[in-house]
Structure formats: C-alpha cells, structure tokens
C-alpha cells in the first residue's frame, strides 16, 4: 500500500470545510456570513464536502498496481492520454500556492472570531455620502415614476416601491412566485399583508422599527417623508458618526444584507440628540423621536429629534434582511 500525500491533504482540506460550516451553524454565527433564507444551501454544501471527504479517503492509500496506473494514465493501445493532476505528480511551488489559497478561507474561519460589522465599516463604505444617494436615487426614481430607477440606491439596493398607480410590487423584490408556504424562510409576507402593513404604517402615529420591517419602513420613509413628518418613531441601532455631522448630530444605523455580508450596506437615520458627543461609535441605542426633515449636503432627509434613548445590548441578530414578498 502507497501513502499519497497529496490526497491526505486533500481530505483533510474537506473535512476542515465541513467542520467549519458546521461549527457556524452549531454556533449561529453562520447568519453573521449569509442572509438566512441560503441557510439550507449552507447545510447542504456542508453535507457535500462530507460525502466528498469520505470519496477522498479511499484515494488516500492504493496498491502499486493502481498507483502505477494512476500515475501514468497514458493508455497507449487507445492512443489515449489524460494529463491532468491525480494527485500523484511531484508537489511543486504551484501546487503550493494553489493549496494556500484553498485553505486561506480555513484559516480565517478557524482562527478569526466572526465579526460584526461596524461604524468602521460604514465609514468605508461611504457612511452618509450613502444615505444621501440612496435618498437622491429616491427621488429620482419617483420623479421618472419608473420602478426601474427606483431599485438602487447607491451601493444598495431597493425592495419596495409602492409609488406605482396600481400599488405594484417593485420587480427587485425577493419574490417567490407560487412559493410553498413550507419552504419559505421567515421575513415573508404576502402581497395583501405588504399593502396593508404599508397603509397601516400611514395611519399610525406611532412607527416601530421592528427588526422584520426596519428596511421596508425605512424605504417608505426615506421616500414619502413629509407623508411621516411629526409621527413618533422606535428604533433600535448602532451610533455612527462622521465627519460633518454636527455635535448634537449622529447616525442610527443598522447593516441590511440582501444575500451575504460582501454585499451588506448601511441604512439609518440622521437624529439629533443633545449628548450625541458624549456617545461612542458602535454603541448600541434604544430611542424615540420624533420625524422631521433636514437637509444634509443638499439632500432633503428624514431626521429624527430623540426625546428619549437607553444604551442596550448588541442584538443577537445585528443585521437586516430585505422583506421576502409573497406572490400567491
């Protein structure tokens, strides 16, 4: 029996994923990584580098005649001749090179804490210049009266227009056309609940930002905001801060992943609150307000006066997913 090196590496490397993508799951910090409706896609991709790594396993030792014919592969009578690698070719500096970038993804998984993203983050992305742009591009998506132009926001994007004469569903909406009612991940609603919520929040005085319809209220309000001036608002996040802001000035914000973190981006509200200078970035918020509207670097923007906040604890889902949109 020949031990191959190579193949023992690449084993270890599937069942190093395998192990990584349970150890995510078994934890939670999975929904860290990717929005929760891919969790399934998640689990099975983690069952698949385990039936993978047990198929990698009986390559790992061979008899000499097998090793001898995996070597050569070159079948002479056939005029036949594979040359790609069986794992029994010298290890060379590509191969290397190769392995490192496999297992890079490994390493980090392994020996680097899940992080949350943060104001430090944000302020990369762009921080206000994006909460400006989301709004302009707002703006211009109800100045055309296209849905199309009403679907990005900046780095981000749009998930609900409710501009349209006939109270259409935007065509970016994560929608599930004759979705089973079993298979749907939770932040799913259908479209007469949408409607309604979306009437609701009109009439009600009061607006709470509650985890599920942050997004949503947030597009509405972003985009119809005189239509909420003066309601009372609830809302929980993250403080950010930047440059420009004024002293009573700072950013509740939160991070809204449509599919993984790469593609997560800000969303917020400007406030004012007269000890904002004495709060830290990240510092997680609980507050109320009441609407208004400002202007930021010429943008018209939602504004909240806080007539009351706490500190609070980090949720234990920090992050936001768009609203899925049923259509039954």
Request: one cysteine or more.
């Amino acid at each position: 029996m020949i031990f191959n090196f190579q193949q023992a590496i690449r084993a270890l490397i599937l069942l190093a994923f395998t192990i990584l993508i349970f150890h995510l799951h078994f934890t939670g910090d999975i929904t860290k990584f990717i929005n929760p409706k891919y969790v399934g896609l998640s689990q099975s991709a983690s069952i698949i580098f385990l039936l993978l790594f047990f198929i990698q396993i009986t390559r790992i030792w061979t008899n000499r005649e097998n090793h001898h014919d995996r070597c050569h592969h070159n079948h002479d009578d056939h005029n036949c001749e594979h040359h790609h690698d069986h794992g029994n070719t010298p290890f060379t500096v590509k191969k290397l090179f190769s392995y490192l970038i496999i297992i890079s993804p490994l390493l980090s998984g392994f020996l680097l804490p899940a992080k949350i993203l943060d104001a430090a983050i944000a302020e990369k992305k762009g921080g206000m210049a994006i909460l400006t742009n989301q709004k302009q591009m707002a703006d211009a998506g109800l100045n055309n009266g296209s849905s199309e132009n009403n679907n990005k926001t900046g780095t981000e994007e749009r998930y609900v227009d409710d501009n349209t004469e006939e109270n259409e569903i935007d065509e970016n909406l994560l929608i599930h056309e004759n979705a089973d009612p079993n298979d749907l991940e939770q932040n799913t609603i259908t479209k007469d609940e949408y409607e309604q919520l979306t009437q609701e929040l009109l009439q009600n005085s009061n607006i709470v930002m509650d985890e599920a319809m942050f997004a949503t209220y947030y597009d509405e309000i972003s985009m119809n905001i005189d239509k909420y001036k003066g309601k009372n608002i609830e809302l929980t996040g993250f403080v950010y801060k930047e440059a420009g802001l004024k002293q009573e000035q700072l950013v509740i914000s939160r991070y809204l992943i449509s599919h993984c973190v790469a593609d997560a981006s800000i969303i917020g509200f400007l406030t004012e609150l007269p000890e904002a200078s004495s709060i830290k970035e990240d510092t997680w918020i609980k507050a109320k307000g009441i609407l208004d509207v400002t202007t930021y670097n010429g943008t018209v923007l939602p504004y909240i006066k806080i007539t009351n906040w706490e500190k609070v604890s980090e949720p234990k889902e920090p992050y936001l997913y768009p609203l899925n949109i049923k259509v039954l």
